[in-house]
């Protein structure tokens, strides 16, 4: 960034492509991708910069943050590169980008546009210069960004602006009441009104950013600045420690607009760092050399740039063992969303899952795979809802990655009991993704280098289908893959009897269907004792979980969990024709639409 433009295309070795497509990817492929991402970046913020030249704010000119931040480049550039690489920063390019073209919503345009401030305090911080700026602070606070968050007190609610001042990696916020108009649309448009100027200090110094309790340097009277570092989930490497953000501070941490803080309180901290430990030791396998191997399935926890956590803040109550909530999001490479589970199984699947994504979108921002008209009428053995082909190839991307940790985790079972619970997930997976590949290869809408690619994953996936696996496993993975399918089709098809549409786009019934499928990770196990109908089916008697699913239905005739059981219990217990075409149109068990 601080160097002459220069126009150098990006030409991805077909060796290190078809690494990707595969599902994997060496440590050199990730790297190509990262520096396609920083390219990528890079030139949005200039457009950003450019978009940003003419807008009416009450902070810092942004030629003048924009100064700041090429100076603390100079003197600190991988640093400050790193700063502007962030995932999150990213996602605020992105967020601004939107709202510069009418499409999100947020705090008013200058907020938004005000934390280039934040950013260029945050690199002179980092890179020890003096910096002389004003920043935006919503409800008394100011993030920081790569640094954590200041908070400002006596300060009242709402939106308002700080004297930022920093000077050989020291800062201090001069508190400034000001009244600041804004439009409807977020604009401002008024004069900063100052009102009883309070100068505090901020206690944060560069050799100490991410101390919990930092040398404060001493100022004036009055209450001191909280500061409240970012935090870092820590693992070991034989070069040493590699600390990745555990960011509960950044307003552009999430995949949307900017979000409130939701600091985690030090218990669940410390149990995300347990957790994420525990992680890597799974991801490791039993050898040890998990990390140091490439392929589906396997990643480097150090290539993760941010862990994002959601939905909770304590540690009661307890967390859930598997992953309730994960996300990722194209703008913000290496980033991963996650609602902390209690297993670290699930966690590492959850990490595996949210890099394959990272991996992909970083993929199409370099090549058209294909021609999406966006229309939401594909089965996804993964979802409760119809997709569109975009989400049908990043789902069968992540979860051939998915299947391949499954499988080296079948590899390192410790005993029968993991290695049945192993493979039936790695079968699960590598059926389900299997077939959506086929999906998309039938689909005609793949280009050259989206059938490459699919075709890529294909051969991955049926070398795959031909490994040994236990059979119990098998028995189970295809029964929940077919139960799973049943409950679509029964939710979401429209049950006509002609044939006219193919098997791949069926009619659909209007609107998003939302159904929990509580039968995935139910299946994962053989049932000791079975009870219900589900467990019998599990557990190999499909007779007596029919009769179950029968009893079901009498009481609640055409439910779709029940008679997604009863059919494919049926199917297994009477084998025919008969059973293959209920098994194939299922709703046509469901009264007849008739137009």
């Known amino acids: 960034m601080t160097g002459a433009q220069r126009h150098v295309p990006f030409r991805m070795p077909d060796e290190l492509f078809a690494e990707v497509a595969s599902g994997g990817g060496s440590a050199e492929a990730v790297a190509f991708l990262e520096r396609a991402e920083r390219s990528r970046r890079l030139f949005l913020l200039r457009t950003l910069l450019e978009r940003l030249g003419p807008l009416s704010t009450p902070l810092t000119p942004v030629a003048e943050a924009w100064r700041v931040l090429k100076e603390a480049a100079e003197a600190a550039p991988g640093p400050v590169d790193r700063l502007l ?155 040493g420690p590699v600390a990745i953000p555990l960011d509960d501070l950044d307003p552009y941490r999430d995949l949307d607009g900017p979000i409130a803080p939701a600091r985690l309180e030090d218990a669940e901290a410390a149990a995300w760092q347990r957790l994420f430990e525990a992680a890597v030791a799974v991801l490791a396998g039993r050898d040890g050399s998990g990390l140091m191997r490439t392929g589906p399935g396997r990643v480097d926890p150090a290539v993760i740039r941010a862990v994002v956590p959601w939905g909770r803040t304590a540690v009661l109550p307890p967390a859930p063992r598997t992953v309730q909530i994960s996300a990722s999001s194209g703008d913000a490479f290496g980033a991963m969303v996650i609602a902390r589970p209690s297993s670290e199984f699930a966690l590492a699947e959850t990490l595996v899952h949210e890099f394959q994504h990272s991996k992909l979108a970083a993929l199409l921002h370099l090549f058209r795979l294909l021609d999406d008209d966006r229309a939401e009428r ?32 079948l590899a390192d079972a410790p005993d029968s009991r993991a290695a049945e619970e192993a493979g039936y997930h790695f079968a699960l997976r ?97 049932p000791e004792a079975p009870r219900t109908a589900d467990e019998h089916l599990a557990a190999g008697n499909p007779a007596a979980a029919l009769a179950g699913y029968a009893d079901a239905l009498a009481a609640a005739p055409g439910e779709p969990h029940a008679l997604a059981g009863w059919i494919v219990a049926h199917a297994a217990v009477e084998p025919g024709r008969h059973a293959r075409r209920m098994l194939a149109r299922p709703e046509l068990l469901q009264p007849l639409t008739r137009s």
């Open 85 to 239: 690489l962030a995932p999150a920063t990213g996602g605020w390019i992105a967020h601004l980008l939107r709202r510069l073209h009418g499409t999100a919503t947020g705090p008013p345009v200058w907020v938004d546009a005000g934390h280039l401030c934040s950013l260029a305090v945050s690199a002179s911080l980092i890179a020890g210069i003096r910096a002389d700026l004003w920043v935006p602070l919503t409800d008394g606070m100011t993030h920081l960004p790569g640094l954590g968050l200041a908070r400002v007190p006596e300060t009242r609610p709402g939106f308002a602006v700080g004297h930022a001042l920093a000077d050989k990696g020291e800062l201090r916020i001069v508190e400034t009441r000001c009244d600041v108009d804004s439009d409807p649309d977020g604009v401002w448009s008024g004069p900063v009104t100052s009102r009883a100027l309070r100068p505090t200090t901020a206690p944060l110094r560069g050799d100490a950013v991410r101390a919990e309790h930092p040398d404060v340097a001493p100022g004036p009277p009055g209450p001191p600045v909280s500061w409240f570092p970012l935090r870092t989930l820590t693992h070991f490497t034989p070069a």
């Open 378 to 409: 594909y089965y996804a053995p993964w979802r409760a809802d119809p997709r569109h082909l975009t989400g049908l190839l990043h789902g069968a991307y992540a979860f051939t990655g998915v299947a391949g940790f499954w499988r080296d985790r």
């Open 430 to 526: 590598r059926l389900q993704s299997r077939l959506v590949v086929r999906t998309l290869l039938r689909s005609g809408r793949l280009t050259a280098q989206g059938r490459s690619m699919v075709s890529g994953l294909a051969r991955t996936l049926d070398g795959w289908l031909r490994e040994t696996v236990p059979p119990a496993a098998v028995g189970r993975a295809r029964i929940a893959a077919a139960l799973h399918r049943t409950e679509w089709r029964l939710h979401n098809v429209v049950p006509v009897a002609d044939d006219a549409h193919t098997p791949d786009t069926p009619p659909l019934r209007p609107g998003r269907v939302s159904w929990p499928d509580v039968r995935t990770y139910a299946f994962a196990t053989l």
